[in-house]
Nanobody
């Protein structure tokens, strides 16, 4: 069974940090680029970051550049999103997804996780 599972979400104060793992099962993650997306209430799902299958290329939305870092450990079949200096506007459900190349368009991704809630509030 092909599956992506995100974890690591929660409530954090502004300026805090969280690390979101995205664990894959049922397929080999290193064949795919991994994208992170987020969706806030009443808003469309937006691309946050993406890492190529070889980890040779990474991409970030302007809103998170310099604060978020995407990485992957193909030996563990897991990708990560390290989020630092979190802001209230980062509050959203965060999803990871797999595709054969990086894209900011959710419709192009083949596999999706169920999402993990990140809430940034004092």
């Amino acid at each position: 069974q092909v599956q992506l599972v995100e974890s690591g979400g929660g409530l954090v104060q502004p300026g805090g940090s969280l690390r979101l793992p995205c664990a894959a099962s049922g397929f080999t993650l290193d064949d795919y680029a991994i994208g992170w997306f987020r969706q806030a209430p009443g808003k469309e799902r937006e691309g946050v970051s993406c890492i190529s299958s070889s980890a040779g290329s990474t991409y970030y939305a302007d809103s998170v550049k310099g604060r978020f870092t995407i990485s992957r450990d193909n030996a563990k079949n897991t990708a990560y999103l390290q989020m630092n200096s979190l802001k209230p506007e980062d509050t959203a459900v965060y999803y990871c997804a797999a595709h054969d190349g990086c894209s900011y368009y959710p419709r192009e991704y083949d596999y999706w996780g169920q999402g993990t809630q990140v809430t940034v509030s004092s």
